[in-house]
Every structure is written in C-alpha cells, then in structure tokens.
C-alpha cells in the first residue's frame, strides 16, 4: 500500500524528488493510520478492562472505523486542494484544513472508551503504549529511508545523478 502511495504522490508534492516523496508518504502514513486514531483510542496492555474488546466490541469498532477515516481523508483533502489551482501554499493549507474537518468530526461522533481500571500502574501503561507507537514507526521509516533511496536510484536519470568527488592522483 505505501508503494502504491507512492507512486500516487510522486510528482503532487512540490518539485520533490522520489527520496523526499517517500519520507514525506511514511510521515504521512504514520499520522493519519497510526497517530491521529491513536489520540482518540490508544493502546491498552492485554488483559486490561473488558476481556471481549480483542473481538467484535464497540471499542474495537470505533477504533477501526477512526482509522478508516484519517486514513481515506488524507489523501482525499490532498487531492482536494491540488496545487495546480492553488499553489503549492495554499494547496498545502486546504489539505490541512480538510483533514482536520474530517478529523474533528470523527472525534467528535466516535464513542470514546476509558477501560484501564484506577489500581493499573500509569508508567506501565505509558511504556506500553509507548512501545506500540515504535512498532508502528519503524517499518514507516524503513520505508522512508530505503525505498526512498531505491527510488531515487531507480527514477533518477544517470545525468542528473550527482557524482562522487574526482580523486586527485598525488
């Protein structure tokens, strides 16, 4: 899905090559897939409140449906305030203001759950979901990094490519 990502954004984002488009594509995915979801429903530790949110349950619904929603809307308010019309500033802050829209009404109409009992320890909760927002990042930054530098070395012409230093023989 990030390639196809990608290959959609190459081009959409100002005058950036391959490398960047793919830093800015994981950025982006890990916002609206993980991030922004996350805020509304974070992450709780197994065996924390209600043994049948692992299932179908409300809480796991609602999760989904959030993400499904920051998730589509991204790049629909990207297309939406396409930068030929715009430039590339005004695009940038329409497909901003639309996320944002799009975000506050999913807050605004999803239930919120608050299953962690008061006798959990709070640093416990803290590192774990702590280490859920590492798990979600470091595949997106892998992304960003090596399909990135494939991509340039792959979509970049060999003239434009820049060259190593010339050795001076002594």
């Excluded at 999913?106 to 759950?113: D, E, G």
Aim: hydrophobic share 50%.
């Amino acid at each position: 899905m990030a390639a196809i990502a990608f290959r959609a954004a190459l081009g959409w984002i100002g005058r950036s090559g391959p490398r960047a488009t793919a830093a800015f594509v994981a950025l982006g995915g890990l916002i609206a897939v993980y991030v922004v979801p996350f805020l509304k429903h974070p992450a709780n530790p197994p065996a924390v409140g209600d043994g049948d949110t692992s299932g179908n349950a409300p809480r796991s619904s609602s999760c989904w449906c959030c993400s499904a929603c920051c998730s589509r809307s991204a790049p629909s308010s990207s297309a939406a305030g396409s930068p030929p019309r715009l430039g590339n500033w005004n695009a940038a802050v329409a497909a901003g203001a639309a996320f944002l829209l799009a975000v506050t009404l999913a807050y605004v109409f999803l239930p919120s759950y608050n299953e962690v009992g008061p006798d959990f320890p709070g640093q416990l909760l803290w590192q774990f979901r702590l280490a859920t927002l590492a798990v979600q990042a470091v595949p997106r930054t892998v992304f960003g990094l090596v399909f990135g530098a494939l991509a340039e070395r792959l979509l970049t012409p060999e003239s434009a490519r820049p060259r190593p230093a010339e050795t001076v023989a002594a």
